[in-house]
C-alpha cells in the first residue's frame, strides 16, 4: 500500500517540484564557477579551489530548496483543502506522510546529481586536470544527506500551519543562518540542524561524523513529525 501512496503523491506533484532541483543544481554550478573565475582561480588551489567556493553556498542552496519543496507540498493539500479527504482514506496518516518527506528527500537527491553532472561538465571544458571524483561526488551527495533533519522539520512546519508564511519565513532564516553556523568555533551551534550541510563536507576533517548524525537525528525529526501528523485535527 506504502508504494501506491508514493506513486498517488508523485502524480501530484506540482510541475515546480520537478523543476526546482534543476534550478537549485544550475544556481549553486553557476555561483560556484563565477565566485570562482572572479576571485578564486588564481591562488594557489586554482581549478580546485572551486571546490571550497561549492562549500560557502552549497548548505544555503540546498536549505532553500529543502524549504521550498516541502511548503509547496504541503501547501498544496492546504489550498485545495483536501487534507480531511486524504484523512477520511483507508489509508494510514503515516504513509501519506512518509511520501511526502520521500518525495522532498529524492527531488533533493536530484539537486545533488543535477550539480555533479554541472560541475563535471565545467571541470571538463576548463581544464585537462583529471576530475577528483571523490571531492565531486561526496560533497553534494553528503550535503543532500545533512539535510534530512530541516526538511524533517520544514514538512512538519508546512503540514501544520495553513499559511505558509511562517515555514518558508522560518526556513529561509535557517538557510542564511547556514552560511555562518558551520564555521563557528562553538561546538554547540556546530550542532544545529542547519550546520550539516556544510559540515558534511569532505573538505572538513571528521566529515563523516556529521553525516551519520544529520542522518540520525533526521530519522528522529521524521518520527516525531509522523506521530504529530497523525494526531493533527485537520480544519
Known amino acids: 500500500m506504502i508504494l501506491q501512496v508514493i506513486k498517488a503523491e508523485g502524480y501530484k506533484l506540482k510541475?515546480?517540484?520537478?523543476?526546482?532541483?534543476?534550478?537549485?543544481?544550475?544556481?549553486?554550478?553557476?555561483?560556484?564557477?563565477?565566485?570562482?573565475?572572479?576571485?578564486?582561480?588564481?591562488?594557489?588551489?586554482?581549478?580546485?579551489?572551486?571546490?571550497?567556493?561549492?562549500?560557502?553556498?552549497?548548505?544555503?542552496?540546498?536549505?532553500?530548496?529543502?524549504?521550498l519543496l516541502a511548503s509547496i507540498m504541503a501547501g498544496t493539500e492546504h489550498d485545495t483543502?483536501?487534507?480531511?479527504?486524504?484523512?477520511?482514506?483507508?489509508?494510514?496518516?503515516?504513509?501519506?506522510?512518509?511520501?511526502?518527506?520521500?518525495?522532498?528527500?529524492?527531488l533533493q537527491f536530484g539537486t545533488a546529481l543535477i550539480t555533479i553532472a554541472g560541475m563535471s561538465l565545467i571541470w571538463v571544458l576548463y581544464t585537462n586536470e583529471?576530475?577528483?571524483?571523490?571531492?565531486?561526488?561526496?560533497?553534494?551527495?553528503?550535503?543532500?544527506?545533512?539535510?534530512?533533519?530541516?526538511?524533517?522539520?520544514?514538512?512538519?512546519?508546512?503540514?501544520?500551519?495553513?499559511?505558509?508564511?511562517?515555514?518558508?519565513?522560518?526556513?529561509?532564516?535557517?538557510?542564511?543562518?547556514?552560511?555562518?553556523?558551520?564555521r563557528t568555533s562553538i561546538f554547540w551551534i556546530k550542532l544545529l540542524p542547519w550546520s550539516y550541510p556544510a559540515l558534511s563536507s569532505p573538505l572538513i576533517k571528521g566529515y563523516v561524523m556529521w553525516v551519520i548524525i544529520a542522518l540520525c537525528a533526521g530519522i528522529i525529526f521524521t518520527g516525531l513529525g509522523t506521530l504529530q501528523f497523525r494526531k493533527h485535527e485537520f480544519k
Open 130 to 182: 583529471p576530475i577528483p571524483w571523490r571531492v565531486m561526488l561526496l560533497q553534494p551527495i553528503n550535503a543532500s544527506l545533512a539535510t534530512l533533519p530541516v526538511l524533517a522539520i520544514q514538512l512538519w512546519l508546512s503540514t501544520l500551519f495553513t499559511n505558509q508564511a511562517f515555514p518558508l519565513a522560518f526556513g529561509i532564516f535557517g538557510s542564511i543562518a547556514s552560511l555562518f553556523l558551520a
Open 15 to 67: 510541475k515546480i517540484c520537478w523543476w526546482l532541483p534543476l534550478i537549485q543544481g544550475c544556481v549553486l554550478t553557476g555561483m560556484t564557477v563565477m565566485e570562482w573565475y572572479l576571485y578564486f582561480r588564481q591562488g594557489p588551489g586554482g581549478v580546485y579551489a572551486g571546490f571550497a567556493v561549492m562549500f560557502m553556498f552549497i548548505s544555503f542552496v540546498m536549505l532553500l530548496g529543502g524549504t
Open 81 to 106: 483543502q483536501t487534507w480531511k479527504q486524504l484523512m477520511a482514506m483507508p489509508v494510514p496518516r503515516s504513509y501519506i506522510y512518509l511520501s511526502k518527506m520521500l518525495w522532498v528527500v529524492i
